[in-house]
């Protein structure tokens, strides 16, 4: 995870803070303390407009977590898990770590967040009403947080995955349907067309003069366009790599280098001529380590002569490994996030192949292209 704060737990799930979410933060605040509490009453003083600005806005985002916090409460309550929830630029998200099996799992977890808002804003309606007549600047901080929460709600509930509304539009065709790929291929259409309105709107707002809130528009679009694109590709990743072992994708007759080999030898002789990226580093029958094109890029030209591959290879201590019968796909999301490019497969201690994460690639393309499973 890139710059975030850890907060605390709340119900034994994580709570972060994304550096990101600074930015909104600040132009809420800004927002509420130069314009929304102004308006309320014009001779508020200016330190007052902050106060009530700054306590509004983190309540906004308390509401916030609440909404991602009922989510994940359903989301354990149907027997998942959630790893953490953070808060960043455009909201929150719950990391849930595995995505329901079920069309009625989905739907109760999905539509828990906007009732979560409902509630809220139900709340912080009533609350205004109590107090309009006896504090204003309280019951002016619950009029923001009504409009906000339901708001919340009424946008969540669009019908464009992976927003809530797509989640249970997804569900819904799901539990008709038994088919979870066309669902997901329906939501996530729903979910482009939905950021495209968005942008086109955005560019309206920008013409209007209304600049703030139409680049606003527009980078919510353009993040929902690539989450509904991504969301559709995962599954038909999963889906292409259902059954698919690594010793399915492994290959076997792989070129072995020695560790006293220099870089240069390594370049010319090697890759050069195999047009390999990586080679495992076997000396007397032993795997000693990897060395892959990675490590030759970071050493300058001029020392490829008098360095060695030992000095330059990731050592067999630090060296990522798989099983011939892992899963593809779990070694695939691994390769992806650690940016390996090869890794040996081992099985009691033996190297029984090289899993290069172009062949997976590869055998993705040609199952997606084609339809049909290669194996
Ligand atoms: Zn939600």
Same mark, same amino acid.
């Given at each position: 995870m890139r710059n975030a704060w850890h907060l605390g737990k709340i119900f034994g799930i994580k709570i972060y803070i994304d550096s990101s979410w600074l930015i909104i933060f600040a132009l809420v605040t800004w927002t509420l303390a130069g314009q929304y509490f102004p308006s309320q009453n014009q001779n508020w003083p200016l330190l007052l407009n902050w106060f009530l600005g700054i306590t509004a806005s983190l309540l906004f985002f308390a509401s916030v977590l609440a909404h991602e916090l009922s989510h994940s409460l359903l989301a354990i309550h149907q027997g998942g898990k959630v790893k953490n929830i953070t808060l960043f630029i455009f909201g929150g998200v719950a990391q849930i770590g595995e995505e329901p099996d079920k069309p009625l799992k989905e739907f109760i977890i999905a539509f828990a967040g906007p009732l979560a808002s409902i509630a809220i804003g139900i709340i912080s309606g009533a609350i205004w009403w109590f107090f309009h007549e006896v504090s204003l600047p309280l019951a002016s901080i619950f009029r923001y947080l009504a409009i906000i929460n339901i708001a919340l709600a009424v946008f969540n509930l669009i @019908?464009?995955? @992976?927003?809530d509304g797509g989640r249970i539009l997804r569900a819904t065709i799901w539990g008709f349907t038994k088919n979870l790929k066309l669902a997901t291929r329906i939501a996530s259409i729903s979910g482009k067309v939905v950021a495209f309105l968005l942008i086109l709107w955005g560019t309206r707002l920008i013409f209007s003069g209304l600049t703030l809130n139409g680049i606003w528009m527009i980078f919510i679009g353009w993040f929902l366009y690539n989450a509904a694109t991504s969301s559709y590709r995962h599954l038909l990743v999963k889906d292409a790599l259902r059954e698919v072992r690594v010793e399915d994708l492994m290959i076997t007759n792989f070129d072995t280098v020695p560790p006293g080999l220099s870089i240069q030898q390594l370049v010319d002789d090697y890759i050069l001529r195999h047009r390999d990226r990586g080679f495992l580093v076997i000396e007397g029958g032993l795997v000693q380590g990897i060395v892959c094109l990675e490590d030759v890029k970071k050493m300058p030209k001029e020392r490829w002569g008098n360095t060695t591959i030992r000095d330059i290879m990731i050592t067999k201590n630090q060296l990522e490994k798989v099983s011939p019968g892992d899963d593809a796909g779990v070694v695939l999301a691994k390769l992806t996030a650690k940016n390996i490019h090869q890794i040996p497969v081992v099985q009691e201690n033996r190297v029984k192949g090289i899993l290069r994460r172009n062949d997976i690639l590869n055998y993705l393309q040609l199952h997606t292209d084609l339809g049909v499973k290669t194996n």
């Open positions: @019908p464009g995955f @992976p927003l």
